[in-house]
């Protein structure tokens, strides 16, 4: 069984800092998927960031990036000139590649993050 | 586009009463995925559907749990009866086997009271 640690259950940063969650997982799977989503006070969950095991380079979403370390097994989220709406528990997720394409995520416990003024 | 739609967004039913969660899922999607989220547990799968037929339902806590998938564009998650420990909200997911990435709705908080 895939399991997904991150360490971190409360962050803070200020407006326009960078802050970065971390993210360790395992497997013996060599070719999976990761994940971070977003869930505001609302809720919902929102795909913040994909990364794909067999790609070396780290996915970019604008101001959102990921250090992905294969044979680390981490894959930490970096935030960049945070904004209040930022706000939210950040979950990290593990899912296996297989012929089918389709498998449960495996989360993370998630990590609070507050962006105050 | 539409996202993947839930019904209620909030239940609150007593104890012994039946709940039915609904799902309808981003339109062309063939993955359909049931999860519920707890301050103990976390994120877990209940049970995920693949062009409509149920793949994996080892996460359905006992019995009283069950779901469906009609069609293409509808799922439910039945609890009969319904106790106290299964509040949570509850999540559906899509995903399309092209993309493997699924998107959630918006969640049904359910309190059994």
């Known amino acids: 069984a895939q399991t997904v640690t991150q360490s971190q259950p409360e962050m803070s940063v200020q407006e326009a800092e960078t802050v970065t969650l971390s993210c360790t997982y395992d497997t013996s799977e060599s070719n999976y998927y990761l994940f971070w989503y977003k869930q505001p006070p609302s809720r919902q969950m929102i795909l913040v960031i994909r990364q794909e095991a067999y790609k070396q380079q780290n996915a970019t979403e604008n101001r959102f990036s990921v250090n992905f370390q294969k044979a680390a097994k981490s894959f930490s989220l970096k935030i960049s000139d945070s904004q209040l709406g930022d706000t939210a528990m950040y979950f990290c997720?593990?899912?296996?590649?297989?012929?089918?394409?389709?498998?449960?995520?495996?989360f993370g416990k998630g990590t609070s993050l507050l962006v105050t003024p | 586009d539409a996202g993947v739609i839930q019904s209620p967004r909030h239940e609150v039913t007593e104890m012994g009463q039946e709940v039915t969660l609904r799902c309808k899922p981003i339109s062309g999607h063939d993955y359909l995925f049931w999860y519920r989220q707890t301050m103990m547990r976390g994120l877990e799968l209940l049970i995920y559907f693949n062009n409509n037929v149920p793949i994996d339902d080892s996460g359905m806590p006992e019995d009283r749990f069950s779901a469906k998938m009609p069609n293409a564009s509808f799922s439910t998650l039945k609890i009969q009866p319904s106790e106290p420990r299964d509040s949570a909200v509850y999540f559906c997911?899509?995903?399309?086997?092209?993309?493997?990435?699924?998107?959630f709705g918006p969640g049904t908080r359910l309190t059994v009271l």
């Open positions: 997911a899509s995903s399309s086997s092209a993309r493997n990435t699924q998107y």
């Open positions: 997720a593990f899912m296996k590649h297989t012929t089918s394409n389709g498998y449960a995520l495996n």
